[in-house]
């Protein structure tokens, strides 16, 4: 089984690469599926994250010591719908079958862990747009 990386993927949905006949069709299929599942999200009111995530790192007592932008391109988007798609059918078989579960529920966050957080933020970390709490 052959895999590809983001960076070809993306070079394949901009044309400068070919996914080979095997790889071609269900790459297309995938794309249309991850571009039809985003717009769903959008309308339907789900956050629109930034184009950049950052990873970060920390030293031994949990302070933020480096983060560094990354680029979340098609081939990211690709896989994070994809991915959120399958846990919802997942979620629907079981509760349709009444199966017990284990899931996470994200809690909204405190605004003093929100305030901790953008306090020890590096300034340099936040140029793509100004970092604030939620209200």
Known sequence: MRGFSYEQVDEIFSGGE?????????????RASAGALGARRETSGAIR???WSRSSRLDRSGNLVDAVGVAQTESHRLIEYLMIAANEQVARFLEARRIPALYRVHERPD????ERLISSWP???CRRRPCRAAP
């Open 111 to 114: 605004g003093a862990g929100v």
């Open 18 to 30: 070919r996914a080979g006949e095997a790889w071609g069709e269900g790459l297309a299929a995938a």
């Open 123 to 125: 300034r340099w970390a």
């Open 49 to 51: 994250w930034s184009p």
